[in-house]
C-alpha cells in the first residue's frame, strides 16, 4: 500500500479543505405538472410527480 513520503503542510491541507465552499448551489426548477419550484432531479414536493410519473401520493389541504 502506497504512504506517502512527505508531509503535507498545513497551509497545503487548508487550501484544499477551504473549497468546498466555492461549489455553487443549485437553481430550483420548475416542475412541469404543477408549474411550482423544485430540486432539479428529485420529486415535487407540491404535486409527487417524477419524469412526468406519479411517484408519491399527496394529501389533499384541508
Excluded at 504512504?3 to 498545513?10: F, L
Excluded at 404543477?34 to 428529485?42: D, G, S, V, Y
Amino acid at each position: 500500500m502506497a504512504v506517502p513520503k512527505r508531509r503535507h503542510s498545513k497551509a497545503r491541507v487548508n487550501k484544499r479543505r477551504a473549497n468546498w465552499l466555492r461549489i455553487d448551489a443549485t437553481d430550483a426548477s420548475i416542475c412541469p405538472n404543477c408549474r411550482e419550484p423544485k430540486l432539479p432531479h428529485r420529486v415535487c414536493l407540491s404535486c409527487g410527480t417524477y419524469k412526468g410519473r406519479q411517484v408519491i401520493t399527496m394529501k389533499e389541504a384541508e
